[in-house]
């Protein structure tokens, strides 16, 4: 049984400093590309940013230069570390995990989903 359960989502101000983490069980985790994503009230799932088997890694526009993921394959865990949030970082983000090596941005390509963790970013 696959599961990905979060971890790291809390209220925050903006300028702070957050980190998410994801841990993973059932899967052959350095076979598996990984991913974040978010999801604000009344607004569609969007990529955040992606880590492939190798390690190479991508970021949605919105948060390159002040995140980095990575991932502990030994751990299987997925890490998300975000830097200056602003209020516009606030959402549900998602840890999800993807049946290919190949990272992707797209939510539809990714297999397996974690329930979400809550950050929210004060003014």
């Known amino acids: 049984q696959v599961q990905l359960v979060e971890s790291g989502g809390r209220l925050v101000q903006a300028g702070d400093s957050l980190r998410l983490s994801c841990a993973a069980s059932g899967i052959t985790f350095n076979g598996y590309a990984l991913g974040w994503f978010r999801q604000a009230p009344g607004k569609e799932r969007e990529f955040v940013a992606a880590?492939?088997?190798?390690?190479?890694?991508y970021y949605a526009d919105s948060v390159k230069g002040r995140s980095t993921i990575s991932r502990d394959n030994a751990k299987m865990t997925v890490d998300l570390q975000m830097n200056s949030l602003v209020p516009e970082d606030t959402a549900v983000y998602y840890c999800?995990?993807?049946?290919?090596?190949?990272?992707?941005?797209?939510?539809?390509?990714?297999?397996?989903w974690g329930q979400g963790t809550q950050v929210t970013v004060s003014s």
């Open positions: 880590i492939n088997w190798l390690s190479s890694t």
């Open positions: 999800a995990a993807r049946r290919s090596p190949v990272a992707k941005t797209l939510a539809v390509e990714y297999d397996y």
